[in-house]
């Protein structure tokens, strides 16, 4: 599958950005699609999982300003921003949850300044 981003870009505090990420096939072929970040000199961190059975989780660092949503007629997961700080500043990374790996996105930079 090849997972395309997009929707990055540079932002001040506060404001809100909507990322999308569109797959090559089905994404009901995967139990769970997700989207991660890294930051600069940082480790991937996991941020949200949409579950093919309809639940939907999130990381406490974002939970309550990102949510995710999906269109499967569209191949089309998304994860819209709210109240963006610099701590959000990150390559994002869509990606595909199969049960024996995981399928990356080439990623779209996020960028908060204050």
């Known amino acids: 599958v090849q997972l395309q981003a997009s929707g990055g870009g540079w932002v001040q505090v506060g404001e809100s950005l909507r990322l999308s990420c569109v797959a090559s096939e089905s994404i009901l072929d995967f139990p769970a699609m997700g989207w991660y970040r890294q930051a600069p000199g940082g480790q991937r961190e996991w941020l949200a999982t949409s579950a093919r059975a309809g639940a939907w989780n999130y990381a406490d660092s974002v939970k309550g300003r990102f949510t995710m949503t999906r269109d499967n007629a569209k191949n089309l997961v998304t994860l819209q921003m709210n109240s963006l700080t610099p701590e959000d500043t990150a390559v994002y990374y869509c990606?595909?949850?199969?049960?024996?790996?995981?399928?990356w996105g080439q990623g779209t930079l996020v960028t908060v300044s204050s």
């Open positions: 990606c595909a949850m199969a049960r024996t790996r995981n399928y």
